[in-house]
């Protein structure tokens, strides 16, 4: 997934994982997970302040998190300077919060 958001080297490899499981639990709908998230990065990227920020957060920059249709998962992203950087393709019920780790030093690279 590329364009005008910059993802963390792991969210990348658990959506490939996620849409493989799909992939064989029914054909095509890995492919159908990948493209309700090309969706959601889609709005963000158009409107990356439009979500509201996650409940709970209190650091710099806002983590926010925008829903895919079809599938419980999020795009759990924050913006800096002025682009989208996703920290995870998370699904909604399983292992909150996990990502959390992934966001301290992503931005001082």
């Not at 005008?4 to 095509?28: C, D, I, T, V």
């Not at 998190?65 to 002025?82: I, N, Q, W």
Request: net charge neutral; charged share 25%; hydrophobic share 40%.
């Amino acid at each position: 997934m590329t364009s005008g958001h910059a993802e963390h080297p792991e969210a990348g490899a658990e959506l490939f994982a996620a849409a493989e499981r799909l992939e064989e639990a029914q054909p095509g709908l890995g492919h159908a997970l990948f493209a309700s998230v090309r969706e959601a990065i889609s709005a963000i990227e158009r409107y990356p302040h439009a979500w509201p920020p996650l409940t709970g957060w209190d650091r710099e920059p806002v983590v926010r998190a925008k829903s895919t249709k079809r599938f419980p998962f999020r795009v759990v992203y924050v913006v800096h300077e002025g682009a989208p950087v996703i920290l995870a393709y998370a699904h909604e019920r399983q292992r909150p919060g996990y990502w959390r780790r992934r966001y301290d030093g992503l931005l001082d690279r």
